[in-house]
């Protein structure tokens, strides 16, 4: 079944679900408590929660700043990275379980064309460019500083 409205109004049983994913959702809620509150309660103990969001101490943020295609305001509320997400969600009785983030050149390349006002053919569709950006990319990745990060959380 598919629901369209907010997790809460769906009236799900409490303890229903093993596993519940949020993939670029958390970003766009204006009370992130409040959703991870909901999951909280309806997932099972020991059950899985999978977030995917943008990482707001990412390379790409460091050295774009607001100009950083992944803070896409206004509809981008809020921004975490990995600490800050644990947390929020220790304090409803996850762990985390894995964490990786991950770098492409097209989010770069955005960045970059809202840097220069670039209003022509998008950096990310020529080739040179997203070959001088696959090295950033590749760094970003080894050091953790990912445009995106991955997590996943288990209910102690």
Known sequence: DVYKRQLKEAGFADASFDL???????EHVPDPAALVTEIARIIKPRG????????????G?????????????PRHL????????????EQHGFRL???????SPKI???SWDYL????GKP????????????????????????DIFFAVFEKT
């Open 20 to 26: 519940v994913t949020a993939r670029h959702l958390i």
């Open 78 to 89: 809020v921004l975490f990275n990995t600490a800050s997400l644990a947390l929020l969600l």
């Open 116 to 119: 220069v006002g670039n209003r």
């Open 123 to 146: 950096s990310r569709k020529k080739k040179i460019k997203r070959l001088l950006a696959r090295p950033v990319s590749f760094f970003a990745r080894l050091f953790n500083r990912g």
């Open 48 to 59: 899985r929660v999978v977030f995917e969001t943008p990482n707001n101490r990412s390379l």
């Open 61 to 73: 943020r460091k050295l774009f700043g607001k100009r950083w295609f992944a803070n896409e305001v």
């Open 97 to 103: 379980l894995y964490h990786q983030t991950s770098a």
């Open 108 to 110: 770069l390349l955005n």
